[in-house]
């Protein structure tokens, strides 16, 4: 099994999150995985202070709440789901003819 085909298989945990890259969440994973977003995706936590990042809690592993937002941030808004990001094949595309005159 290759470490794309493992990361499928393992529940996404969130450890902590942080804020050192200026404009970006990084959510980190008990897996190790970090993935960092841009904070113009979340405007709730992007309007929070510094100080009001810091006052978050994680919630059965996969939900991200802050004391002064009322969004509740499930792990899919993060990493999408399957359906959202599953690599789609292109399929068989039609062989095109040039005709020169």
């Known amino acids: 099994m290759n470490?794309?085909?493992?990361?499928?298989?393992?529940?996404p945990i969130i450890q902590r999150i942080t804020f050192r890259k200026l404009g970006y969440i990084?959510?980190?994973l008990e897996d190790g995985r970090l993935i960092y977003l841009p904070l113009v995706k979340f405007p709730g936590i992007a309007n929070l202070t510094p100080s009001q990042r810091r006052?978050?809690?994680?919630i059965d592993d996969n939900?991200?709440?802050?004391?002064?937002?009322?969004?509740v941030y499930h792990i899919q808004d993060f990493l999408g789901t399957y359906e959202t990001n599953a690599y789609?094949?292109?399929?068989?595309?039609?062989?095109?003819?040039l005709v020169t005159a």
């Open 88 to 97: 789609q094949s292109p399929g068989k595309q039609q062989a095109r003819t």
């Open 55 to 58: 006052q978050y809690s994680v």
């Open 26 to 28: 990084g959510i980190e």
């Open 63 to 71: 939900i991200l709440m802050f004391r002064d937002d009322d969004e």
């Open 3 to 11: 470490d794309m085909q493992s990361f499928k298989a393992v529940k």
